[in-house]
């Protein structure tokens, strides 16, 4: 695997929170697609989300 790549497949994971929608909107703005649907837990009543993503074609662009 490229380290200077992004990987085809990643799992972002979070609260349930703007800044977690914001990482997932950056991933398919890269090209990313989201992978199933996402995962939600609650602990002591706040919510946390899992949602994988994949590059669909050809290699995953270069991280800055």
């Given at each position: ?21 914001e ?37 995953p662009?270069?991280?800055?």
């Amino acid at each position: 695997m490229d380290s200077t790549r992004y990987p085809r497949y990643r799992v972002l994971t979070g609260p349930d929170d703007a800044a977690f929608c914001e990482r997932v909107s950056e991933a398919l703005e890269l090209g990313y697609e989201l992978h199933a649907g996402p995962a939600l837990t609650t602990k002591d009543g706040l919510g946390y989300v899992a949602q994988a993503v994949v590059w669909p074609d050809g290699e995953p662009p270069l991280r800055p």
